[in-house]
């Protein structure tokens, strides 16, 4: 036999780079995920058996049990290695009762990254099958099962086809649908401000007007700016005041999952899923050379800020010998109340892999993501920046100005990595000459603006990430999947970043909220999670969890299932009649947004997608006009309305114009503060339009 022990880990790429770490006494194996669960045909929990979970075979997973069961039996020990959560715990446990495994017996093996030194490490310390962890998960799953099938199956009836609810979806929806309800109702309220240029020693500064005689005041009217504008004489400003402070700002903690996708869309514009996909890669292994496959990255599924002391002292020597000791932080990483601590944050395996010694070996996603998480890490056990402050007072007839500046002392953390925000900008250094009590300086001119309050903004992704972590809904692996719902159903739909309610979105929120007020309850909500994390701590029986939940719930759904009446959603009129059957032909929604179907349906399976003409000739053939559609993927692109004669395809959006350097058309591109017009073909760029 060419092997005496057998490991079971969950994907072929984590296989393939423990089995070069372990050597031929092992053989590495993948399960491909789960390979048991609850049946999607029915329910598979029994209530009046103790929330009994009935669980079968994946089906298309037959053949590789078969296989798995062929390995075991050839090994003298079978280890399994999924992945260091709750799922991971989970899997391993079905895998023991398919393999005939006691769960009580040394067999699971766990680490948080994927290095030789880790991987081996853990092997030399198996434990048996934490029962709590496997709970926790089953908690949850029968929990989703008794929400999921029970509520989709009232809103199938009542008012479409297709439709689910969940316990975290229902809340991100109906956080998205309040949201927007605060957008439709918000009043602007007229505001003015006052910016002043002035001249000291020959240089121009800025400063904002801040009130009268020391008390600050508000400008809500054209009126209140006149009565400003009279008391100002004169070009001339006395200094009244300047006050000087030094200011350190700490740099962040490392990665969590939440942390890790919010400032990926901020910073790299990935969605959540392809964040997570992406981190997987780096997380299993990738090849990089002589030194072969290697996990580049600890597990990605955390919601802790811990370091390990290990990787804290060769962060220490990485900062000391490339910065300097000054440079070295003093941070203690601190885990908000709700975090699992069984692992870390997220980091590189090594900190001395610097993304520029990588990136001939990653791909484009990759290298960006692997040099943000290494980026955020280093900077995260680095030293503070330092800020000199200054806020001078300038003052003409009792009204009063304010000027400030800042100005980075000591960089710090900021050498290595700045956080973004969906709120405020970076911070910009702002130098003002220098001013002492007495000064008078000169004004250069004085502008009043208008200005108006805006509305709250929708939720970006990262912003709902956000909020759902702040309030306690859900756990890091639940954020991609549950957004990633809420898009697919069409109950939302992400407009410029944003996400929009749908029609049918406003809908199945009105009667979850109105019938099952509890599941959309971000407090309630919050409370089942801890409940469900005390179970994986070994604080409580999960089928008293469950049943502290189902009892009160099951009131609801018999109450809905009386009380909602069937809500029958009217097609709208397309205004045109079907070609082939001549009936009139009506708008519906679908899977991918709003579609033309034929009325006669189902007699006539007559479809057509609706395209929206934005008066731009094609580029290509001259004959044909630009239509806006939606891939499968219900990402926008444009193209010809005359296709298939013109295959002329963008995702850009032409303008209708040439380049006037080449003659090439122009297209609209998406950047940082607006929109940019640029050339398809060459070089030539237009302003920035905001």
């Known amino acids: 036999m ?14 393939k780079t423990i089995e070069k770490y372990l050597g031929k006494q092992y053989k590495v194996v993948a399960s491909k995920g789960h390979l048991r669960d609850l049946p999607k045909s029915k329910m598979g929990v029994d209530i009046d058996n103790n929330y ?14 078969k296989e798995l069961k062929k390995y075991a039996d050839k090994a003298e020990k079978v280890y399994l290695a999924s992945d260091p959560d709750r799922e991971g715990e989970a899997i391993a446990w079905h895998l023991s009762y398919l393999l005939g495994l006691n769960p009580k017996d040394n067999i699971r093996v766990v680490f948080n990254e994927i290095t030789k030194d880790a991987v081996k490490l853990a092997f030399k310390d198996p434990r048996p099958i934490d029962m709590s962890l496997v709970d926790a998960q089953q908690a949850r799953r029968v929990l989703d099962r008794l929400v999921g099938y029970t509520i989709s199956p009232i809103l199938w009836k009542k008012v479409k086809k297709g439709l689910s609810a969940g316990r975290v979806q229902s809340v991100a929806l109906k956080l998205i649908i309040d949201r927007e309800k605060d957008i439709q109702e918000f009043v602007p309220k007229e505001y003015w401000q006052i910016v002043g240029a002035f001249i000291k020693d020959k240089k121009v500064f800025s400063a904002q007007f801040y009130g009268v005689n020391g008390k600050k005041v508000e400008l809500k009217t054209k009126e ?3 009565d400003i504008q009279k008391k100002l004489t004169s070009r001339d400003y006395q200094v009244t005041d300047v006050v000087k402070k030094e200011r350190k700002r700490q740099p962040a903690l490392p990665f969590t999952t939440s942390s890790l996708q919010q400032e990926a869309v901020r910073k790299l514009n990935f969605r959540t899923g392809r964040t997570m996909a992406i981190a997987q890669q780096l997380y299993e292994g990738v090849s990089i050379g002589r030194t072969g496959t290697v996990g580049l ?3 990605m599924r955390t919601d802790s800020t811990r370091i390990s002391d290990v990787a804290k002292t060769e962060a220490i020597d990485f900062i000391t010998q490339t910065h300097g000791q000054a440079y070295v932080g003093k941070t203690t990483s601190k885990n908000s109340k709700a975090a699992q601590d069984a692992h870390e944050a997220i980091r590189p395996t090594s900190v001395f892999r610097t993304p520029e010694s990588l990136e001939k070996y990653l791909t484009k996603e990759q290298f960006k993501l692997y040099a943000l998480i290494w980026a955020r890490f280093v900077a995260s056990q680095m030293s503070q920046a330092v800020y000199d402050t200054v806020q001078a007072t300038l003052m003409q007839n009792q ?12 960089p710090g953390f900021l050498k290595v990595y700045e956080e973004s925000s969906d709120d405020k900008k970076s911070e910009k250094q702002l130098t003002l000459p220098e001013l002492v009590v007495g000064d008078v300086v000169l004004s250069k001119d004085i502008e009043p603006t208008q200005h108006f309050t805006q509305p709250p903004a929708r939720y970006s992704e990262a912003t709902l990430i956000k909020v759902l972590e702040e309030n306690g809904v859900g756990r890091p692996s639940t954020y991609a999947p549950t957004l990633d719902t809420i898009q697919r159903r069409y109950y939302v739909k992400l407009v410029s970043k944003r996400f929009e309610p749908t029609e049918l979105g406003g809908i199945v929120n009105t009667l979850i909220t109105t019938f099952f007020p509890n599941i959309v309850d971000v407090h309630f909500t919050a409370e089942m999670e801890t409940d469900l994390d005390d179970i994986e701590e070994g604080k409580r029986v999960w089928q008293e969890v469950i049943d502290l939940f189902y009892k009160p719930f099951s009131l609801y759904l018999e109450k809905a299932e009386t009380d909602i009446e069937k809500i029958d959603i009217k097609d709208e009129p397309a205004g045109f009649d079907c070609p082939e059957c001549s009936s009139p032909m009506v708008i519906k929604i679908g899977k991918f947004g709003k579609f033309y179907a034929c009325s006669n349906f189902p007699d006539c399976r007559y479809t057509q997608a609706i395209v929206k003409k934005i008066d731009v000739s094609c580029p290509q053939c001259q004959k044909g006009e630009i239509l806006e559609r939606k891939s499968k993927k219900n990402k926008i692109f444009y193209g010809c309305s005359c296709y298939p004669e013109c295959d002329f395809v963008s995702w850009d959006k032409p303008v209708g114009r040439n380049c006037p350097k080449d003659n090439a058309y122009l297209i609209e591109k998406k950047v940082r503060g607006g929109k940019q017009i640029v050339c398809s073909h060459c070089d030539y760029k237009e302003e920035v339009q905001k």
């Open 2 to 15: 060419a092997y005496k022990n057998l490991v079971i880990v969950e994907s072929p790429a984590k296989a």
């Open 297 to 299: 990255i600890t597990y």
């Open 399 to 410: 009204v009063q100005f304010k000027a400030n500046g800042s100005v980075v002392k000591f």
């Open 52 to 65: 009994e979970p009935y669980y079968i075979s994946i089906r298309g997973k037959g053949d590789l049990i």
């Open 224 to 226: 209140d700016v006149e």
